[in-house]
Nanobody, 123 residues
Framework: QVQVVESGGGLVQAGGSLRLSCVAS????????IGWFRQTPGKERDFVAT????????NYADSVRGRFTISRDNAKNTVYLQMNSLKPEDTAVYYC????????????????WGQGTQVTVSS
């Protein structure tokens, strides 16, 4: 069983920055691809970014490309999501997820999820 814990959410003004962290308890963290997703009330969980288990490949949603950066430190079992130039439409609960399956943008391919962290961007 892998436990995933997100942190770093909060309230920020438009144009500001936040860095989210995701720590996973996996014995071999480098076996897992890690993705970030976000969800607002009444809507589906949307893909934000993902990083290959070695960190060699990243993939971003069009809406965040150029503003968000995903990175990982396998020695610390941690993935980061640096969010810059935040917009009110980035407001959501952000979830981190781990996958020992394929490298994917699809939530259904991730088998371990955190509880989420709220990000609120004020205008």
């Amino acid at each position: 069983q892998v436990q995933v814990v997100e942190s770093g959410g909060g309230l920020v003004q438009a144009g500001g920055s936040l860095r989210l962290s995701c720590v996973a308890s996996a014995r071999t963290f480098s076996n897992y691809h890690i993705g970030w997703f976000r969800q607002t009330p009444g809507k589906e969980r949307d893909f934000v970014a993902t990083i290959f288990r070695t960190g060699s490949i990243t993939n971003y949603a069009d809406s965040v490309r150029g503003r968000f950066t995903i990175s990982r430190d396998n020695a610390k079992n941690t993935v980061y999501l640096q969010m810059n130039s935040l917009k009110p439409e980035d407001t959501a609960v952000y979830y981190c997820a781990a996958s020992d399956r394929i490298f994917s943008r699809t939530p259904q391919n991730y088998n371990y999820w955190g509880q989420g962290t709220q990000v609120t961007v004020s205008s």
